[in-house]
């Protein structure tokens, strides 16, 4: 993933860059997009599209001819995008949602509406403990499986009476934040490889594009009153009331206008930073996409969506926390895992995190990518300290 090429450039292992950048274009070539996973199961669905941050990076530490991937950029555009035209206001198509007003956005989606094979049984009673329509029910799971939030209350009814339940799952009815943020950040590029090409048709439709996408996410989805980002219920009309640290992916894909990331950093700041490091949403719940749960992905979209805003201050204060709290977990069990239990007073021990529907990963490529990052960028930091005492520990 991008996360794990964060920490492979900063190993210098540009070559491996490399390739995982084509093995990523060979899936679209082949798909149309990156799947979910290399399992035919997985076909029906994406993985959050990241792989515009990936040819950058690819591209900025030289490993590969970022216009030569143009072809690959615009073939998953056209993918998250396809059923768009001609798509009525306040309806829906596959990924592509028209609002009433007009606006053009996207959501998660699959292609199946039945159990995912790797996770059956739990999706079967699911669907069957929410009284409502099982396709409709599975749908909605695998929605959020292609998210990487699954699961999480973002997901998850708000209306009064709706327990917030995975029985009231209802993602598809939900435009994210971040994955349009994502989408800008596809459409830019695609503009800008296409003018350094010479191709000026390709480069002024995708520049339109993206600025559409930028002032309706910065219409739609901002909140003033609140300083932040949210999601959109499209069904409803209605903004979504999570706070979730999907909120800082517009200033990681540098959509932001500087009062919304001036205000957004005092809501982080008030509302999502924890001691250990940047909270998932505001929301505690045994989904592992909630307090207390910390993930490596956000901690990063939040430090370089900050730093490039020029609030330095905050970045590092959520770069140190999350290295602080990496480092008393691989202090006490020698290993780096996929997520946290963030400390949530000074006096709490930090923990690897809780939830979901499997045990506690060890590794984990996004985590160890961006703490190699982080570790490069903060050569300061104390957790160079566990490094040094202990560079092999025992992995218990």
């Not at 998850?156 to 009231?168: H, K």
Request: hydrophobic share 40%; net charge negative.
């Amino acid at each position: 993933s991008y996360f794990t090429m964060l920490g492979l450039a900063a190993s210098e292992r540009c070559a491996l860059v490399r390739d995982m950048v084509g093995n990523f274009a060979h899936l679209i070539d082949a798909y149309g997009h990156v799947p979910n996973g290399t399992r035919s199961y997985y076909v029906g669905r994406s993985q959050p599209p990241l792989f515009a941050f990936m040819v950058e990076l690819a591209g900025e530490l030289g490993a590969c001819d970022a216009a030569k991937l143009l072809p690959q950029l615009k073939a998953e555009h056209a993918w998250w995008m396809r059923g768009s035209e001609g798509l009525a206001r306040g309806a829906a198509e596959r990924r592509v949602v028209r609002l009433p007003g007009g606006e053009l956005f996207n959501r998660y989606w699959d292609e199946r509406a039945e159990p995912r094979e790797e996770a059956w049984l739990e999706d079967v009673h699911t669907a069957r403990a929410s009284g409502r329509d099982a396709g409709e029910v599975y749908r909605h799971l695998r929605a959020a499986a292609e998210s990487g939030w699954d699961f999480s209350t973002r997901w998850l009814a708000e209306q009064q009476g709706e327990g917030r339940t995975l029985e009231s799952i209802c993602t598809t009815d939900i435009v994210p934040v971040d994955l349009n943020a994502f989408l800008f950040k596809l459409e830019t590029l695609i503009a800008r490889l296409a003018a350094g090409a010479g191709d000026a048709a390709t480069a002024s439709d995708f520049a339109a594009r993206s600025q559409q996408r930028r002032t309706a996410i910065n219409t739609l989805l901002w909140d003033d009153a609140q300083g932040a980002y949210f999601d959109h219920d499209w069904r409803r009309g209605t903004r979504r009331t999570c706070l979730t640290a999907a909120c800082v992916a517009p200033l990681f894909a540098g959509l932001a206008e500087p009062a919304q990331a001036e205000a957004l950093a005092a809501t982080v700041s008030r509302r999502l930073l924890a001691p250990g490091g940047l909270s998932t949403t505001e929301r505690t719940s045994d989904q592992q996409w909630d307090q207390p749960n910390g993930w490596a992905a956000l901690q990063w979209m939040a430090i370089r969506g900050f730093e490039d805003h020029g609030h330095h201050g905050l970045a590092e204060h959520i770069a140190h926390r999350w290295l602080a709290t990496v480092a008393a977990v691989y202090e006490r069990e020698g290993k780096l895992v996929e997520k946290y239990a963030l400390r949530q007073q000074d006096e709490d021990s930090s923990a690897g995190g809780k939830g979901g529907e499997y045990p506690l990963q060890d590794g984990f490529g996004w985590t160890n990518g961006v703490t190699r990052k982080l570790l490069a960028d903060y050569p300061r930091h104390s957790a160079h300290s566990c490094v040094a005492r202990s560079s092999a520990p025992l992995h218990r």
